[in-house]
């Protein structure tokens, strides 16, 4: 397929990841309560998926858990608790919401997928995302300071019609 330019309102979040060839799952915190997650599996870990499990991805139970690890030194298995929620990964990809957590607190997610006897089993783990303290609702990023970096300068003529990319007609 050849690179092609999509417009912002006809890229998806499949067309995102079409030509993404790393395994990754990223949590992003949304505010104290809220992290939002999103991975990309490729061929390569989705196959020996398949061959561990003996049954085609598409029919696999997709999972992704939780672990709050606040006050721990996280190395896979321990954890304060974890939450596993069932997820849909059409060829790999996905993303989802994951509510109801704890302010002030430490998360890493897993995305992996169950076997029959119901175990799971990780294939991509996320960075640590830390929640703020309760009360910190709105999340922004801190205000950039802003100079008059053109102060006692003397500019030239031409740079009132200039835009950053072009120079414009008088």
């Given at each position: 397929?050849?690179?092609?330019?999509?417009a912002?309102?006809?890229?998806?979040?499949?067309?995102?990841?079409?030509?993404?060839?790393?395994?990754?799952?990223?949590?992003?915190v949304?505010?104290?309560?809220?992290?939002?997650?999103?991975?990309?599996?490729?061929?390569?870990?989705?196959?020996?998926?398949?061959?561990?499990?003996?049954?085609?991805?598409?029919?696999?139970?997709?999972?992704?858990?939780?672990?709050?690890?606040k006050?721990?030194?996280?190395?896979?298995?321990?954890?304060?608790?974890h939450?596993?929620?069932?997820v849909h990964?059409?060829?790999?990809?996905?993303?989802?919401?994951?509510?109801?957590?704890?302010?002030?607190?430490?998360?890493?997610?897993?995305?992996?997928?169950?076997?029959?006897?119901?175990?799971?089993?990780?294939?991509?783990?996320?960075?640590?995302?830390?929640?703020?303290?309760?009360?910190?609702?709105?999340?922004q990023?801190?205000?950039m300071?802003?100079?008059?970096?053109?102060?006692?300068?003397?500019?030239p003529g031409?740079?009132?019609q200039?835009?950053?990319?072009?120079?414009?007609?008088?």
């Amino acid at each position: 397929m050849e690179n092609q330019v999509m417009a912002p309102e006809e890229r998806t979040f499949d067309s995102f990841f079409e030509n993404y060839e790393n395994d990754r799952l990223v949590v992003l915190v949304r505010d104290p309560y809220t992290l939002y997650a999103y991975w990309a599996c490729t061929g390569f870990r989705r196959r020996a998926a398949e061959r561990l499990l003996g049954c085609r991805w598409e029919e696999m139970r997709h999972a992704l858990r939780v672990h709050d690890v606040k006050w721990l030194q996280f190395e896979g298995e321990q954890d304060n608790w974890h939450r596993e929620l069932a997820v849909h990964s059409a060829g790999g990809k996905g993303s989802t919401f994951i509510s109801a957590l704890q302010p002030d607190s430490a998360y890493i997610a897993d995305f992996g997928v169950k076997t029959a006897d119901g175990r799971f089993v990780a294939l991509l783990r996320s960075e640590l995302a830390r929640t703020p303290p309760d009360g910190v609702e709105n999340l922004q990023p801190a205000p950039m300071l802003q100079t008059d970096h053109t102060a006692g300068q003397k500019l030239p003529g031409w740079w009132k019609q200039f835009d950053g990319y072009t120079l414009k007609d008088s």
